[in-house]
């Protein structure tokens, strides 16, 4: 695969549950055996998501320290602060999105409504995979 990602915590959620569609599901399966980028911002999400049920936790917080968890930096700030100003996303949006933005990476998120509205982000929503 040519195309670099990044998963948001959301479509990790979905993806481990198996709450996508088998399309959506073996696409991701594709992208997660050649790469596994998320934002310091999901590796919290996930270590500190209380799912449903408890087994589950092992399985975030593994997928989580298995990541390549990408961090913080000047430009993701600054990229960070016009998003917010500009689409008044929700602070950890805003930063996922930046880090997508900056490391020039393309997000997967379920959260249409909210990352639509950044004109410069490379977006998909493997929700919309249909069988």
Known sequence: MGERYLIDT???????????????????????????????????EL??????????????????????????????????????????LKLPDAIIAATAIVNNLTLLADNDKDFLKVPDLSYQNPGKFVD
């Open 47 to 88: 270590r500190v998501w209380n799912p449903a049920n408890p087994s589950d936790k092992e399985v975030y917080d593994n997928f989580a320290v298995n990541s390549n968890v990408i961090g913080i930096s000047q430009e993701v700030i600054d990229k960070t602060v016009q998003i917010r100003m500009s689409h008044r």
């Open 10 to 44: 959301s479509a990790v959620i979905k993806y481990l549950n198996g709450n996508f569609t088998a399309a959506a599901l073996e696409y991701m399966d594709q992208i997660l055996d050649d790469q596994c980028n998320i934002s310091f911002v999901s590796e919290i």
